[in-house]
Nanobody
Framework: QVQLVETGGGLVQAGGSLRLSCAAS????????MGWFRQAPGKEREFVAV????????TYADSVKGRFTISRDNGKNTVYLQMNSLKPEDTAVYSC??????????????WGQGTQVTVTS
């Protein structure tokens, strides 16, 4: 079992930055690809970014490419999402997940509770 806890969300103005962290416990995340997803009110959960088990491969949703960076520190059992040039449409609850490489929610078996990111114009 892997427990995931996200931190770092908050309220930020458009153009600002936030860094989300996802701390894992119970098992090492080095066995898993790690993903970030987000869900805005009234919308389905959507893929944001994924990083493979050793950080050698990453991929992003087109909507965040060039603005967001996913990274991981397996020694700290933590995954990060650096978000720059934030836009109001980035407002959502952001969740991290552990699983296999992929963009679909069913590629992941473990999920955190999420952290709220609100971007004001």
């Amino acid at each position: 079992q892997v427990q995931l806890v996200e931190t770092g969300g908050g309220l930020v103005q458009a153009g600002g930055s936030l860094r989300l962290s996802c701390a894992a416990s119970g098992r090492t995340i080095s066995d898993y690809a790690m993903g970030w997803f987000r869900q805005a009110p009234g919308k389905e959960r959507e893929f944001v970014a994924v990083i493979n088990y050793n950080g050698g491969m990453r991929t992003y949703a087109d909507s965040v490419k060039g603005r967001f960076t996913i990274s991981r520190d397996n020694g700290k059992n933590t995954v990060y999402l650096q978000m720059n040039s934030l836009k109001p449409e980035d407002t959502a609850v952001y969740s991290c997940a552990a699983g296999r490489w992929g963009r679909r929610t069913h590629d992941y078996g473990y999920w955190g509770q999420g952290t709220q990111v609100t971007v004001t114009s």
